[in-house]
């Protein structure tokens, strides 16, 4: 069974940076890709960037772009999602998502099949 566990998120100030990690396991195929979706409090949940483990292409929304830099380290199984120059509008629930590759339309989460439980990241003023 696929599972995709988040870690790495916390209390940072503002301009600060944090790195998210997301280890996946339980996958049968070499090829997927992992999407990072944030959720803040009485909003809805963004797509904010979506990266495909064969080739490392990266989508990005532009709410994070220039900032937030997704990665991979194929022989660990992990994905990366660093965040830096973090704003108080980055605080959010963000969790990881899979699905079998990455397209233009990364930000719809009914395209992904498993998700992660979620990392807190909250960034203060």
């Known amino acids: 069974e696929v599972q995709l566990v988040e870690s790495g998120g916390g209390l940072v100030q503002a301009g600060g940076s944090l790195r998210l990690s997301c280890a996946a396991s339980?996958?049968?195929?070499?090829?997927?890709?992992i999407a990072w979706f944030r959720q803040a409090p009485g909003k809805e949940r963004e797509g904010v960037s979506c990266i495909s483990r064969s080739d490392g292409s990266a989508y990005y929304a532009d709410s994070v772009k220039g900032r937030f830099t997704a990665s991979s380290d194929n022989a660990k199984n992990m994905v990366y999602l660093q965040m830096n120059s973090l704003q108080p509008e980055d605080t959010a629930v963000y969790y990881c998502a899979t699905r079998d590759y990455c397209s233009d339309r990364y930000y719809e989460d009914t395209l992904y099949d498993y998700w992660g439980q979620g990392t807190q990241v909250t960034v203060s003023s």
């Open positions: 339980g996958f049968t195929f070499d090829d997927y890709a």
